[in-house]
């Protein structure tokens, strides 16, 4: 992916797929680099974040296991050479609280994805989005 977003002719072999001289159009417009955010909460899905990604997303974690987690990535970041402070970090939690937000942002957690299914009905959309919104930002508030 990273060859035939950067290179105008790009060429790769590796052990499962391989191309040589191909162009791939269009081209990302930033940089030509598409950040790569690699799921899963598996110590092997942490060691390809660390060998090929610019991020974490780690899904329907319990809050108690976010910072186990979290030193199994950075152990894979340095055996590769690499920072977890390089990454970015995304989870999703099966146990989401408000109150977490603080110790979330200290283990190194640069975005909470909150899983909530919206109301069936259109017209409660709103009201559902901006009482979420309050309940989430309520901590934040508090702590400025």
């Known amino acids: 992916m990273r060859a035939v977003w950067r290179d105008d002719v790009a060429s790769f072999h590796g052990e499962f797929t391989h191309f ?4 791939v159009n269009p081209k990302p417009v930033r940089g030509r680099r598409v950040p790569i955010v ?3 909460n598996s110590d092997a899905a942490l060691r390809r974040v660390a060998a090929y990604g610019d991020g974490w997303y780690g899904f329907n974690l319990p809050s108690a296991t976010v910072a186990e987690r979290l030193g199994a990535l950075a152990a894979a970041c340095r055996e590769r050479g690499r920072s977890l402070d ?3 970090v995304a989870v999703a939690l099966s146990d989401p609280s408000p109150a977490l937000l603080p110790s979330l942002a ?3 957690v ?3 994805v909150v899983v ?3 109301p069936a009905r259109p017209e409660e959309v709103t009201t559902w ?6 309940e989430w ?4 508030l508090e702590q400025t």
Do not use: C, F, M
């Open 129 to 134: 989005v901006a009482d979420l919104a309050a």
């Open 110 to 112: 640069t975005e909470l």
């Open 86 to 88: 390089d990454l970015s």
């Open 38 to 40: 690699v799921g899963g």
């Open 106 to 108: 200290e283990a190194g």
């Open 137 to 140: 930002t309520a901590v934040h």
């Open 20 to 23: 040589d001289a191909i162009r």
């Open 116 to 118: 909530a299914a919206p």
